[in-house]
Nanobody, 124 residues
C-alpha cells in the first residue's frame, strides 16, 4: 500500500504558474509509473503527464510545452510545474502511481493508487 498526498493547488489568473507536489509514502513507487491526472466537473478523468523509473515522460497534447513532470526519488516526491495556465486547465488534479515499470500510459485505469486531489482554478 502506498499513500499519495498532493499539495500546491490554488487559484490563479490565466498566464500564471503553479507547482503541484505529490509526496509518496513508499520509495519503491518512484521506480514505477507515476503521473498526474485531472478531472473537471462533468468530465472524465484525463491523463496530464506521466513519468517512469527511467525518467521518460509522456504529456497530453493539451499541456505539451506548458507543463513539466519531474520527480525527486530522494524525497519520494512527484512534481508538476504548470506554466502559462489557461482557464481550461481548471480541474481537480490527482497524483497516481502503480508499482509497475513500462510505458506509463496516460490512462487512469492503469494506476491503482491515487491521492485525494488538489484543486486548480484558473480565471481569465
Amino acid at each position: 500500500q502506498v499513500q499519495l498526498v498532493e499539495s500546491g493547488g490554488g487559484s490563479v489568473q490565466a498566464g500564471e504558474s503553479l507547482r503541484l507536489s505529490c509526496a509518496a509514502s513508499k520509495s519503491s513507487y518512484s521506480s514505477g509509473c507515476m503521473g498526474w491526472f485531472r478531472q473537471a466537473p462533468g468530465k472524465e478523468r484525463e491523463g496530464v503527464a506521466t513519468i517512469n523509473g527511467d525518467y521518460s515522460t509522456r504529456y497530453a497534447d493539451s499541456v505539451k510545452g506548458r507543463f513539466t513532470i519531474s520527480k525527486d526519488p530522494a524525497e519520494n516526491t512527484l512534481y508538476l510545474q504548470m506554466n502559462s495556465l489557461k482557464p481550461e486547465d481548471t480541474a481537480m488534479y490527482y497524483c497516481a502511481a502503480v508499482n509497475s515499470a513500462g510505458r506509463c500510459p496516460l490512462a487512469a485505469h492503469y494506476y491503482n493508487y491515487w491521492g485525494q486531489g488538489t484543486q486548480v482554478t484558473v480565471s481569465s
